[in-house]
C-alpha cells in the first residue's frame, strides 16, 4: 500500500499525517470521495487556531493518508505503513463487511490502538450492519472489524467492548454532508454543533456573495451594497438560528402529539364489542403496542424508537425479557434510523440481556447507544447519565467492583450537576453504588449511600413503594455481608411484606429478597427456613428466565451451605455442581463467583474431613480471584481467610 505522496524514507513522516485511512480495497471508491472531501474542506477562520483537546485547529485537515491497495493477509506491516500509522493523528476506518473481514484493515487498527489508544479511531460506516455479529439474524452483514469492536488493553486485543464513533453514509442516516461534518469535528476536537453552524453560515454567505456580485453591477455605491450585504448576512444569520430552535421545538411538539395519540390508540384497542375488558392483559396490550408501533410509525423512525424503548421498560417490569428483546430487535431499522435519539431503545435491550443475564451482549448494547450519542460529552447528558448507571449494573453483574463503582459515581456527578435531575434517578445510582460498594466490603461507605437513598425514596415516593422495599433488602443484605446478621432480618422482611404486597408470586423481584433471606437463616443456622427461601426463590428464577442464570446458581451455592450442614454432603456437592452449571452458562467465562463456588465448595469437604480435595479448591478458587478481582481486592483476601484455616 502506497500513498499518493509518500516518500520513501519514512524519518520524513514525522508529525506529518492528521488521519490514516484504513479500508478494504472493495471500497476503493468511498475511500477516494473521503479522502479529496477532507483534503479539500475549509474550516472556519472563527474556528481556526482554537486549542481543543487534539491541538489548535488547523485550516486545512492535511495531509492525509490513504493506502490503494491491500497487502497480503501473512505480511507483517511494512516500514511505510508502519511509520505512518505511528505519525497519524487520528485512524478513519471506512466499515462495511469487506473492512469487517480483512485480516489487514483489522491489524492496521490493532497497530495504530497500540500505538496511540482508543480515543482517535473513527469510522465511517459505507455499508453492512455495525454488531451484526452479535445477533442470530444476519451476522455476515457485521462492518465492524473485531479491532473496533474491542478494545486494546496493554497492548492486546480484549473482550472488553469499545464504543467507536461513527459517521454514517448509508441511505437514510446522516448523508455525506453531515458525515463529514461529523470527521470534521472529531479530526479537529471542536463540538459538532460548532462545524455545523459555521459550516451553514459559510454556505449562507456564498450564496449572499453570488446575490451580491450579479448586483454590483448595476450599483454604483457598491460600498454601500456590501454593507447591506453584511446585514442582511448577519440577520440572516439570525433567523437561521431562530428558525433551528422553531424547527426543534415544533419537532419535539409533533412528537409529543404523536406519542399522546399512539398511546390513546393503543389503549383504544380493547373493544368491549368483541373482548371482554376484563381478559385483556398488560402484556396483551403491549404486543399490541409493539405491532402498532412498528406498522403506523415506519415513517417515524424517532417516535417508533422512543415508545419502543418505553413498550420494552414494560416488558421487563414484567419479568417477560424475551418478549422485551424481541420487540425492540425487530425495530432495529427504526432504532438505527433515529440515531441519537434511539440510544434509549438500545440502553432498555442493554438492561434486557443484562436480566437474561447475557452481560457481552449488554455491553455491546450499551456501547452502541454511546456511539450514536457522539463524541459531545455536554450533550445528551441525561441519556449518557443512564448509560453509565446501566454500566455499572453490568459491571456489578459481572463482579467487576472498581468499574461498576466509577461508572455509578460517573452517573451521579451528571445527575447532581443539573438541578433538574428527577430525585429518583440520584436515588437510584445511590442505591446501586452502594450495592457494588457493599460487595467491596466498603459496608460504611455502603450504608451511607444507601441510607441517603432511602431518605429520597421515602420522601419521593412513600414508604410502602416497591423501590422503597428494594432498599431495604439492599440495607439488609449490606448488613448480612457485614456481619450484622439481626439487623439483616429486619431489613429482609420489611423489603419482603412491601413486596409480597404489591408483586406477583412468582415475580422474580420477590425471588432475589427469598434468596437473601435464606442466606441470612443460614448465616443464623436456622436450617429450614434457609432450605425453604431458597428453594422458593429458585423455583421462581427457573420459570422467570427459562433456563440457566447466575441467580439460580447464587442461591444453589447457599443451598448447598445448609445442605452440609445438615449433615448431607453429596447433595451438597450435586447442588453446587448445578450452580457451576448456571454460572458457566451465564456468564460464558470465568468469574469471580467461580472462584466464591470453589472456596464454599473446599469449605464443605473440609467439614466432611476430605482435607485434600479442599485443599484443592481452595487453590484453584484463591487464583481465580486473584485473577479477576485481584489479590488486593477485600473479596479475595476475606476468601484467602476461609482457605487459611482450611489448610490449618
Known sequence: MLADDFTADSRSLVGRYRAFISYSHRDKDVATWLHRRLEGFRISSKLVGIETDVGPVPRRLTPIFRDRDELSASADLNTLIAAALENALFLIVICSPAAARSPWVDREILTFKQLHGEKRVLAVIASGEPYASMTEEQPELECFPPSLRYKVIDGELSQEPAEPIAADLRPNTDGRRLATLKLVAGLTGLPLDHVVQRETQRRVRRLMMLSTASFAGMVVTCGLALYANSRRIEANEQRIAANEQRQIAERESATARTTADFLIGTFALSDPQNENPKTVTAQTILERGAQRARTELAGEPVVQARLISVLGQAYNNLSLYDDA??????????????????????????????????????????????????????????????????????????????????????????????????????????????????????????????????????????????????????????????????VAQQGIEKAIAIEKHILEPDSRI??????????????????????????????????????????????????????????????????????????????????????????????????????????????????ILDRLIGKDANYTQMMKKVCVKIGQ
Not at 425487530?330 to 434511539?342: E, F, N, T
Not at 443460614?522 to 432450605?531: E, F, M
Request: glycine residues 8%.
Open 325 to 486: 428483546r424481541e420487540t425492540i430487535e425487530r425495530s432495529y431499522p427504526a432504532i438505527r434510523k433515529a440515531g441519537a435519539d434511539g440510544a434509549g431503545a438500545w440502553l432498555t435491550l442493554a438492561t434486557t440481556y443484562m436480566q437474561m443475564g447475557h452481560l457481552d451482549a449488554a455491553r455491546q448494547a450499551v456501547a452502541r447507544s454511546r456511539s450514536v450519542l457522539g463524541p459531545n460529552g455536554a450533550e445528551h447528558s441525561e441519556v449518557r447519565a443512564r448509560a453509565a448507571v446501566i454500566e455499572g449494573m453490568i459491571d456489578t453483574a459481572a463482579g467487576n467492583h472498581p468499574a461498576g463503582i466509577a461508572a455509578f459515581q460517573r452517573a451521579l456527578i451528571i445527575y447532581r450537576s443539573n438541578p433538574d435531575t428527577p430525585p429518583e434517578r440520584i436515588a437510584t445510582a445511590l442505591h446501586n453504588l452502594g450495592l457494588l460498594l457493599s460487595d467491596d466490603q466498603q459496608f460504611a461507605a455502603a450504608q451511607k449511600s444507601l441510607d441517603e437513598a432511602l431518605v429520597i425514596r421515602q420522601r419521593t415516593l412513600g414508604d410502602n413503594h416497591l423501590k422503597t422495599g428494594q432498599l431495604w433488602f439492599a440495607r439488609a443484605q449490606n448488613a448480612f455481608l457485614a456481619g450484622q446478621l439481626d
Open 510 to 623: 420477590l425471588a432475589d429478597a427469598y434468596s437473601m433471606q435464606g442466606q441470612i437463616f443460614q448465616g443464623q443456622g436456622k436450617l429450614t427456613q434457609a432450605s425453604n427461601s431458597l428453594n422458593n426463590a429458585i423455583a421462581i428464577y427457573r420459570k422467570a428466565f427459562g433456563g440457566p442464570h447466575y441467580l439460580i446458581g447464587i442461591a444453589e451455592v447457599y443451598l448447598a451451605l445448609v445442605e452440609s450442614d445438615r449433615g448431607r454432603v453429596d447433595a451438597a456437592l450435586r447442588t453446587l455442581d448445578d450452580a457451576k452449571r448456571n454460572y458457566d452458562a451465564s456468564y460464558g467465562k470465568l468469574h469471580p463467583n467461580h472462584g466464591d463456588l470453589l472456596v464454599n465448595r473446599a469449605t464443605i469437604l473440609a467439614k466432611a474431613g476430605r482435607l485434600a480435595e479442599a485443599r484443592k479448591d481452595c487453590a484453584e478458587g484463591i487464583d
